[in-house]
């Protein structure tokens, strides 16, 4: 009798198993679906993309050589016209050293000197004037994301929050960390990271707005800027046992 019934615990457990992987098959295509069949809504006008196009690349080289007062001048521009959080989605985990390409591009711009341009790129970092202009407007928001490899990168006693969350985030592998180089890191408002979660079909279809790492939750990119324009912290926001509530709003914290 216990034989026949630990074979039938065995089949029930085998077939449950089924079932829940094919609905989770099955939830994820109607997702897709729900999604493409959802109704067009209205741009929200105030918040605005300013993305590095194929236009812009062309007529600048790699934006990975581009000196950093282009970006400098770029925030000047969207903060003059009255921006209250500037989001920069990109990585800046070196020091900006001026390479070859990004001189030649200076000379092609402005038309200086050759010799004269490569010898005052080569002995100055464009790094502190972005860190000034950060500091200057006091609303930007930097991007870092995690590693599967350790890192020697440190977390800043700001940065993050030790919170007592109820929630089983994603299954991570995270063992490192890259951030911005200082002075950038220092002198931003804040910084979120922007790793994507696939589903198990290689898919993105969400990212959790926090996540554990080493002693601290900490948040992504897009968090950051909400709480930027809130004007608040992870400090200051209820944790439920799966959501943030934020302005008396419950939002779940990945889905």
């Known amino acids: 009798i216990f034989g026949f019934a630990?074979?039938?615990?065995t089949i029930a457990t085998i077939i449950i198993s089924f079932i829940s992987v094919s609905y989770e098959g099955f939830e994820r295509r109607s997702y897709d679906?729900?999604?493409r069949w959802k109704p067009t809504q209205e741009p929200i006008e105030d918040i605005v993309i300013i993305k590095i196009d194929e236009k812009s690349l062309q007529k600048l080289g790699?934006?990975?050589n581009w000196p950093r007062v282009y970006h400098a001048k770029v925030i000047d521009y969207v903060n003059e016209g009255g921006a209250l959080c500037v989001g920069l989605d990109l990585f800046f985990p070196e020091r900006d050293e001026s390479p070859d390409p990004a001189i030649d591009l200076f000379v092609k711009t402005?038309?200086?000197?050759?010799?004269l341009a490569r010898y005052i790129l080569k002995r100055y970092s464009f790094d502190s004037l972005l860190a000034e202009t950060f500091a200057k407007w006091?609303?930007?928001v930097l991007a870092y994301h995690f590693t599967e490899e350790k890192t020697k990168s440190y977390i800043p006693d700001w940065l993050g929050y030790k919170a007592d969350v109820k929630f089983t985030p994603p299954k991570l592998n995270y063992q490192g960390i890259v951030l911005p180089?200082?002075?950038?890191l220092s002198k931003s408002a804040r910084v979120?990271?922007?790793n994507p979660v696939p589903d198990p079909d290689g898919v993105v279809r969400g990212m959790p707005l926090i996540v554990p790492y080493q002693d601290k939750w900490l948040a992504s990119f897009g968090m950051e800027i909400v709480l930027g324009l809130l004007g608040k912290s992870l400090r200051d926001i209820e944790f439920g046992a799966n959501y943030v509530k934020i302005?008396?709003?419950?939002l779940p914290i990945y889905d």
């Open 6 to 9: 630990a074979i039938l615990v």
């Open 192 to 194: 979120g990271f922007v």
């Open 138 to 140: 006091g609303n930007i």
């Open 181 to 184: 180089v200082e002075p950038l």
């Open 110 to 115: 402005y038309g200086v000197d050759p010799e």
């Open 247 to 250: 302005l008396n709003k419950k």
């Open 62 to 64: 790699r934006f990975y």
């Open 33 to 35: 679906l729900r999604y």
